[in-house]
């Protein structure tokens, strides 16, 4: 089509545009938990199981209880 390689050009060029995606918090957490020592550079699943329990109690445990809405009768 025509003009579009201009366009691809005005993104990659002027408004610095990367292809791909990013995983939000994900890259962070990769490296919070321990790696796998029978599979080196990969995370340990019993490491990510327990981080993963860790982040739950406290974000919904602590931060959500909070903010629920207490009976009024």
Do not use: C, H, W
Request: proline residues 4%; charged residues 25%.
């Amino acid at each position: 089509m025509e003009g579009e390689e201009d366009k691809l050009d005005y993104l990659l060029n002027d408004l610095d545009v990367y292809f791909g995606r990013d995983n939000g918090s994900m890259p962070y957490y990769a490296t919070q938990v321990e790696q796998n020592s029978n599979n080196l550079g990969y995370a340990s699943p019993e490491s990510i199981a327990a981080y993963g329990k860790t982040a739950r109690e406290d974000y919904y445990g602590k931060t959500l209880s909070k903010l629920q809405m207490k009976p009024t009768y």
